[in-house]
Nanobody
Framework: QVQLVESGGGLVQAGGSLRLSCRVTKSIFDFATMGWYRQAPGKQRELVANMSRSGSATYEDSVKGRFTISRDAAWNTLYLQMNSLKPEDTAVYSC???????????WGQGTQVTVSS
């Protein structure tokens, strides 16, 4: 059974940084893609950053240059380094892992990120 456990969320002032972690109970190379999504109150969930098995990364436009997705295969962990945080980054951030593109994949429980102005 695949489980994803996120950590690292919290309250931070605008301009600050946080690093989110997503530990997976399988090898990260079992998955075609892994990514970070976020959902703010009253808004749809959106893809923030995604990484393919090969290591190629893509980002949502509003986070380019501020967020970095990375992974550590030895720890089966996906990271999201978030710098220069803005109040509009406030959301619940969730980790997703898909074995095949187009699958719903597996989800973590989410971690709250709150950025104060």
């Amino acid at each position: 059974q695949v489980q994803l456990v996120e950590s690292g969320g919290g309250l931070v002032q605008a301009g600050g940084s946080l690093r989110l972690s997503c530990r997976v109970t399988k090898s990260i190379f079992d998955f075609a893609t892994m990514g970070w999504y976020r959902q703010a109150p009253g808004k749809q969930r959106e893809l923030v950053a995604n990484m393919s098995r090969s290591g190629s990364a893509t980002y949502e436009d509003s986070v380019k240059g501020r967020f970095t997705i990375s992974r550590d295969a030895a720890w089966n962990t996906l990271y999201l380094q978030m710098n220069s945080l803005k109040p509009e980054d406030t959301a619940v951030y969730s980790c997703n892992a898909r074995k095949l593109a187009g699958d719903l994949g597996y989800w973590g429980q989410g971690t709250q990120v709150t950025v104060s102005s």
